[in-house]
C-alpha cells in the first residue's frame, strides 16, 4: 500500500531540482537532488540525497498513576539484528499511521494500545512530536502519554497475522529510572519517552489527581 507522504513545506532557502522515486513498496525511498542557502546569498552545489520515506508515526506510554508504573513492551525487530545487536527491544507502545487515518493519530493511538498491551487507555494527551533519524528518514513520531490499569494488563498480545509476539510488562519508576542509567534501551522512541516521563512524572501525576478530584 502507498502511504501518505507529507509533502515538504516550501521554504526559501532550499531548491528541490529534482524528486525521484527509486523504490516502491510497502515503504518507499525518493533520491532528491537540491541546494540549500549556506549564508546570506551562498547556495550550496548541487546535493544528492536519498530518503526512506516510512510515513509518519504514533508513540504512547501508557502509565498507570495507582502503581506509579509504566507499561513496557518486549519483542523482536529486525532493525538490531542486521545492526548486530540484541533483536529483542524494550519498548512503549508505538504503530505507523496509516493513509485513512492522517487525520486522526489519537485513534491510532487507542487503537494501537489495544493491540500491543490488549488494554484501553484514558485521558490520552499529546506530548512532543519529533523526527528520531532525521538523517535520512522523513518520519515524524508523535508521543502521547495515557492513563491505565495496569492489573488488568494480559502477559502477551501482539497480532500473529502481523508476526507480532509481544511481552508485556511493567517498571516502577525508580526502575524505568535505574534502566535508562544502565543503558539498557537502544531505541530512540523508548530512550526520549523515558527521559520525558522521568522529568515530567510529577506533572503527569498532578493531572490525573486533579481530574480524580473533579470527577468525585
Not at 60 to 72: A, G, I
Request: proline share 7%; glycine share 6%; charged share 25%.
Amino acid at each position: 500500500m502507498k502511504r501518505d507522504i507529507r509533502q515538504p513545506m516550501p521554504n526559501p532557502d532550499v531548491i528541490v531540482e529534482r524528486r525521484d522515486p527509486v523504490f516502491q513498496g510497502y515503504f518507499q525511498v525518493d533520491r532528491w537532488q537540491l541546494r540549500h542557502r549556506i549564508d546570506g546569498d551562498t547556495w550550496s552545489p548541487p546535493l544528492v540525497r536519498e530518503v526512506f520515506e516510512r510515513g509518519h508515526a504514533i508513540a504512547v506510554l501508557p502509565f498507570d498513576p495507582v502503581r506509579n508504573c509504566l507499561v513496557v513492551i518486549e519483542q523482536f525487530r529486525m532493525g538490531p539484528l542486521a545492526a548486530g545487536r540484541d533483536p529483542w527491544m524494550i519498548e512503549i507502545v508505538a504503530g505507523i499511521i496509516e493513509p485513512d487515518e492522517i487525520h486522526d493519530p489519537r485513534g491510532v493511538a487507542q487503537r494501537e494500545c489495544r493491540e500491543e498491551i490488549g488494554a484501553e487507555v484514558e485521558d490520552l494527551f499529546e506530548v512532543l512530536t519529533f523526527l528520531p533519524s532525521p538523517g535520512a528518514v522523513s518520519e515524524t513520531v508523535t508521543l502521547y502519554c495515557g492513563r491505565v490499569d495496569s492489573s488488568l494488563l494480559p502477559e502477551f498480545a501482539g497480532n500473529a497475522d502481523e508476526g507480532e509476539y509481544i511481552r508485556i510488562s511493567t517498571l516502577t519508576l525508580p526502575e524505568l529510572s535505574d534502566a535508562l542509567e544502565a543503558g539498557r534501551f537502544e531505541n530512540s522512541i523508548m530512550l526520549i519517552a523515558a527521559q520525558w516521563l522521568l522529568l515530567n512524572q510529577q506533572k503527569v501525576q498532578d493531572r490525573w489527581t486533579q481530574s480524580a478530584h473533579v470527577g468525585v
